[in-house]
């Protein structure tokens, strides 16, 4: 009999019958498993379960999962990570749940070779008859560089393995994008404070979307955990988050169905509620960006009559919010100085950009945008600003004056196109 077969007798020999499944004794304390489902917004329905740990009653006295990895020594706590993907596979298999993934949470940092291989993976799905596929190797979030070299060089390498595997919590703690280059994983799953976040500001939204597109350029599909309202449902779908679970979707519960009861109604109804919200959204953006087309037409047409950029910047300033102006020629070069709102002043800490003279803003979105579509206004962002070190929106025309091309730029604040939230 191999290592990885006795380690799995040994297993199996700590479970025991209860309710239709399975309990395990691990050192006196009882464990049972429970199971949460994990939806696809794409395609409307669930497609996996995460598989959850925890302590019987009234055995557990108010000690968790995570109090018993805690106070376990290194090799007990192995045992406990071995024997908990034993317990979850064998309840699951134990219900019939004829699709979908089986997310199996998996310690971040195993001694030397402890890493759930395929080996591994094989000798428990062989055994429950459970297809390798339909397993997700989740690996919990841990501090940076804590792992050793030799854990790097046994994991498996990408394309290498049968299962999946998901980076927990990303966004909280430790976690960082250096994992993610490691690992590799099929699936990162953003932690709940991101999830809040996002639905609590509207200024974060942008950075939940660029967040979750940098992650589908590393290859990753994006899970995001915690979802507990509705508000935060609709910003997660408009960053184009790729999966989502949470209570707003079915509380954990040792019976897989019942988790996932409620799920499927909801799930049918997810794209009828964003389509209210981006109708409430875009009624909203119209208002604000009329605005800002209104100004920014406004000073073009003082340029184009002959005007100074000063009496451009001062029409613009007349009727709205705006922080600055400048222009550039087709080159995307800035010659002149930007003209700041009054009371408005270079800060400080940022001295080191002015005077902003000899600017070249030609990589900007909202420049190239004004160029294709001479004489309309492009509104961009919200972006980083340059000139002030925050969050901006910038708004941009392509006008000839002065006998050359040039774009007209206004930077505004955030608050200009600020989206309502959706009523719950």
Not at 25 to 46: D, K, N, Y
Not at 107 to 125: E, N, V
Not at 236 to 246: F, N, P, S, T, Y
Not at 306 to 331: D, H, K, P, W
Request: net charge negative; proline share 7%; aromatic share 8%.
């Amino acid at each position: 009999m191999s290592n990885t077969q006795a380690s799995l007798a040994t297993l199996l020999t700590q479970l025991e019958p209860h309710d239709g499944g399975f309990r395990a004794r691990w050192h006196g304390t009882l464990l049972e498993s429970a199971f949460q489902p994990v939806l696809s917004i794409t395609h409307q329905r669930v497609v996996g379960y995460e598989a959850l740990l925890r302590v019987a009653e009234p055995a557990s006295a108010g000690i968790g999962p995570a109090t018993l990895f805690a106070r376990a020594t290194p090799e007990a706590a192995r045992e406990l990570d071995e024997l908990a993907r034993c317990l979850h596979l064998a309840n699951f298999t134990a219900q019939g749940i004829a699709t979908g993934w089986l997310f199996l949470n998996s310690l971040p940092c195993p001694a030397p070779g402890d890493w759930p291989t395929q080996a591994a993976i094989d000798s428990l799905c062989r055994h429950f008859a459970f297809p390798h596929e339909r397993v997700v190797i989740e690996v919990l979030e841990q501090r940076a560089g804590d792992e050793p070299a030799s854990f790097l060089e046994a994991r498996p390498a990408p394309g290498g393995r049968d299962f999946l595997v998901a980076l927990d919590d990303f966004g909280a703690g430790f976690s960082n994008f250096d994992r993610v280059w490691r690992y590799r994983p099929d699936i990162v799953k953003l932690d709940r404070s991101l999830v809040q976040r996002a639905s609590g500001g509207e200024s974060h939204v942008p950075f939940i979307a660029n967040l979750v597109s940098i992650l589908h350029h590393a290859g990753a599909m994006v899970l995001a955990e915690g979802v507990e309202t509705e508000s935060e449902l609709m910003v997660l779908m408009e960053a184009d988050v790729d999966l989502v679970q949470g209570f707003w979707f079915g509380q954990p519960h040792a019976s897989v169905r019942e988790a996932s009861a409620d799920a499927p109604a909801l799930a049918q109804t997810m794209w009828r509620r964003f389509a209210d919200y981006q109708r409430r959204s875009q009624l909203h953006e119209r208002v604000d960006l009329g605005e800002v087309t209104h100004v920014m037409l406004r000073g073009a047409r003082v340029l184009t009559s002959g005007g100074t950029l000063a009496a451009a910047a001062a029409a613009i300033f007349e009727s709205a919010n705006a922080l600055r102006v400048f222009a550039a020629n087709e080159q995307g070069e800035q010659h002149a100085p930007s003209i700041p709102a009054p009371g408005i002043g270079p800060p400080a800490r940022l001295a080191p950009f002015y005077p902003d003279t000899n600017s070249n803003w030609s990589r900007r979105e909202y420049f190239r945008r004004a160029l294709a579509a001479p004489g309309r206004v492009t509104v961009m962002g919200p972006h980083y600003s340059l000139h002030d070190g925050a969050l901006c929106y910038t708004a941009a025309i392509a006008l000839d004056y002065a006998g050359a091309t040039h774009v007209l730029c206004a930077d505004f604040p955030p608050a200009l196109a600020l989206r309502e939230p959706p009523q719950s």
